[in-house]
């Protein structure tokens, strides 16, 4: 009966949160909905220009590039791309 107790609080344990706040898709210890890289593991949630993007996963990290539009996607972000025709410049 104990261990079947001791079962039960411990499923509890680990349902509840995940309830609550979703999930760590990424397993930085920052739950999806708060975090800024759900996809990337980014534990310090270092965001630089402040766009909403965290810089582990942000294409143009030191200019705010809110819709992540990447013309010829090439990586860099359209805010700081300095050839956005050219795809093998950055």
Same mark, same amino acid.
């Given at each position: 009966m104990v261990r079947k107790i001791r079962c039960v609080l411990?499923?509890?344990?680990?349902?509840v949160p995940v309830a609550?706040?979703?999930c760590?898709?990424?397993? *930085?210890?920052i739950f999806d909905p708060?975090?800024?890289?759900?996809?990337v593991a980014n534990f !310090?949630?270092?965001d630089s220009d402040l766009d909403g993007f965290g810089d582990s996963c942000d294409n143009c990290p030191n200019n705010a590039n809110?819709?992540?539009? *990447?013309v010829d996607q090439d990586g860099a972000g359209a805010a700081c791309d300095s050839n956005d025709l !050219?795809?093998?410049v950055q």
């Open positions: 411990l499923l509890a344990l680990l349902i609550l706040f979703g760590d898709t990424d397993m *930085d210890g708060a975090d800024n890289c759900p996809m !310090n949630q270092l809110v819709d992540q539009e *990447d !050219n795809p093998f």
